[in-house]
């Protein structure tokens, strides 16, 4: 019977998926919308995919901002259901993209969004601040299928506090759901958090040797990450993962390089690897070491988050041994 109450839950993608999952536990799994290895940012739903969201009872997506495609096809199909954009949840820490094609390694509180709305955490001895969104909407640029590179970046999980905001979001929106088993989503989430405390305490020892690593990503999808542990990128090829960077960028990154002697640069599996080979010839930085922020080649499951950060850190770290 209890099987029968639970709620059916559609998701965007896999990260998402993995939280999902581990909050739902034996009682259920969610339906991913955007297979793995697809873009986010312009995607064309499978039946099987449409029937998820028609069916779903709630969604959990990151943002309009990573998938504004997904919107209209939200509005249309679940329109009944309970909607929950994450990166809009209380407790989520929020950051602007950064402009241009290199970034500078300085204090960027003037990118945050702290409203101070109450939701405050501790850990290990370190004060994390990560509050509520404001209203504040994201832009989108009309006829386009990616998503728009001003206002809020929308890559927000790869910053396991805010995971562990979503958790809080996600147990909370299945207890309302099915409050029979509203005990069971609660405690999976807290279980979760808990070992999001033991990720984040083990990715900072690991990361600490390699602070001061310079590095350049192929887009700019990762500063929640390098902020959380303090692993500043350089730069970004490109603008965005749908767009090829124009040659004064170019020229940007390559002055960039000569100028902090970066070390290397990540490739991501999903893009031709000609083009890092192209900008980076002759320069003698690292270009085979692979990255991503979806986990394209991780199984789905309870285990894909921590392995995806586990599989960023690991690439910072070798990116430092390689440069040693």
Excluded at 102 to 112: G, I, K, Q, W
Excluded at 169 to 189: C, K, M, Q, V, W
Excluded at 238 to 247: E, K, M, N
Excluded at 278 to 294: H, K, N, Q, R, Y
Aim: with cysteine; glycine share 8%; proline share 6%.
């Amino acid at each position: 019977m209890a099987a029968a109450e639970v709620p059916s839950v559609a998701v965007d993608i896999p990260p998402v998926h993995s939280l999902v999952e581990r909050v739902m536990g034996d009682l259920g799994t969610p339906q991913l919308v955007i297979q793995p290895g697809a873009s986010p940012h312009g995607y064309a739903m499978r039946p099987s995919e449409a029937e998820a969201l028609a069916q779903a009872d709630v969604v959990f997506w990151v943002s309009d901002g990573l998938t504004p495609w997904l919107a209209k096809a939200r509005q249309s199909l679940a329109a009944d259901a309970q909607q929950v954009e994450l990166m809009e949840s209380a407790g989520t820490q929020r950051l602007t993209y950064r402009q241009g094609a290199t970034f500078e390694a300085h204090d960027h509180d003037e990118h945050e969004e702290h409203e101070g709305h109450g939701h405050h955490e501790e850990h290990d001895g370190h004060e994390h601040e990560h509050d509520a969104h404001d209203g504040h909407e994201h832009e989108q640029h009309a006829g386009h299928d990616h998503h728009d590179h001003s206002g809020w970046d929308p890559h927000g999980w790869l910053d396991p506090v805010n995971a562990q905001a979503w958790l809080d979001a996600i147990a909370t929106s299945l207890a309302e759901l099915d409050p029979d088993n509203a005990d069971i989503y609660r405690h999976n989430a807290e279980e979760a958090r808990s070992k999001l405390d033991d990720l984040i305490d083990e990715l900072e020892t690991r990361l600490q040797q390699a602070q001061g690593t310079r590095f350049i990503v192929f887009h700019d999808a990762y500063q929640y990450f390098e902020r959380r542990f303090d692993v500043p990128a350089a730069g970004a090829i490109s603008l965005g993962d749908a767009s090829d960077p124009s040659p004064a960028r170019i020229r940007e990154i390559q002055q960039r390089v000569a100028d902090l002697g970066v070390q290397c640069v990540f490739r991501e599996p999903q893009f031709n690897p000609a083009l890092v080979d192209s900008v980076f010839a002759g320069t003698g930085v690292e270009t085979s070491l692979v990255i991503d922020p979806l986990g394209v080649d991780l199984p789905l499951g309870t285990e894909l988050y921590p392995a995806l950060l586990r599989q960023l850190a690991d690439g910072v770290t070798r990116c430092a041994a390689e440069a040693e």
